[in-house]
């Protein structure tokens, strides 16, 4: 499964940005999709993931109610709509897939078998 994270920049706080995750190889539909972060000097954390067959959402504490994941089938693709952006929301974001990640691995970054590269946002204040 490859993964490829685009739609990073520079925002002023309060903006919005919308990040892609394109995926190949694999059964999309199947997948968990997650997206973590990482900023500089910090380890990577769990932003929010979204499970295949169903499509539930899982969100950390620091972004739920003003990031949303959401995802197109279809388009082999997931998204992560970013609103109110802080500057502590400054990071490498990257994608992650996995096809059976159990449910109480599904904040723990090292648990997700494929990786993307990241795309880096950067918020000003």
């Known amino acids: 499964v490859q993964l490829q994270a685009y739609g990073g920049g520079l925002v002023q706080a309060g903006g919005s940005l919308r990040l892609s995750c394109t995926t190949s190889g694999g059964t999309f539909r199947r997948q968990t999709i997650g997206w973590c972060r990482q900023a500089p000097g910090k380890d990577r954390e769990f932003v929010a993931a979204i499970r295949g067959n169903g499509g539930t959402t899982h969100y950390s504490d620091t972004v739920k109610g003003r990031f949303t994941i959401s995802r197109d089938n279809a388009k082999s693709t997931v998204y992560l709509l970013m609103n109110s952006l802080k500057p502590e929301d400054t990071a490498d974001y990257y994608c992650?897939?996995?096809?059976?990640?159990?449910?109480?691995?599904?904040?723990?970054?090292?648990?997700?078998?494929?990786w993307g590269q990241g795309t880096l946002v950067t918020v000003s204040s």
């Open positions: 992650a897939a996995d096809p059976s990640i159990i449910l109480s691995w599904i904040r723990m970054p090292h648990q997700y078998e494929y």
